[in-house]
């Protein structure tokens, strides 16, 4: 499986964006994948997974601003980001996992390579 990231920007507060995973691989669909940022100085942290049947889990950070989704005809993956605050600044990184624990960093096999997202005040 390889993924691809797209979307990010320089946005203000209270602003949008929608992020893109591309995906490629026959078993992409099998998979469920996630939505990881990581700021400067701090630790790699969930954001949002989405499983094979499009049921999702966010974290509570985000919960009620972004929405993760999926589109197998198109291989792509979305992070819907609404209501963003200066603290959502990241590189945001979409990953694949066929394991159980969804919100470790350490469960994905696979990771794209990262679009940087800054939300200015």
């Known amino acids: 499986v390889q993924l691809q990231a797209s979307g990010g920007g320089l946005v203000q507060t209270g602003d949008s964006l929608r992020l893109s995973c591309a995906a490629s691989?026959?078993?992409?669909?099998?998979?469920?994948m996630g939505w990881f940022r990581q700021a400067p100085g701090k630790e790699r942290e969930f954001v949002a997974h989405i499983n094979w049947s499009a049921y999702t889990r966010y974290a509570d950070s985000v919960e009620g601003r972004f929405t993760i989704s999926r589109d197998n005809a198109k291989n792509t993956v979305y992070l819907q980001m609404n209501n963003l605050k200066p603290e959502d600044t990241a590189i945001y990184y979409c990953?694949?996992?066929?394991?159980?624990?969804?919100?470790?960093?350490?469960?994905?096999?696979?990771w794209g390579q990262g679009t940087q997202v800054t939300v200015s005040s």
């Open positions: 691989g026959r078993t992409w669909r099998n998979y469920d």
């Open positions: 990953a694949a996992t066929s394991g159980r624990y969804w919100s470790t960093a350490s469960t994905y096999e696979y």
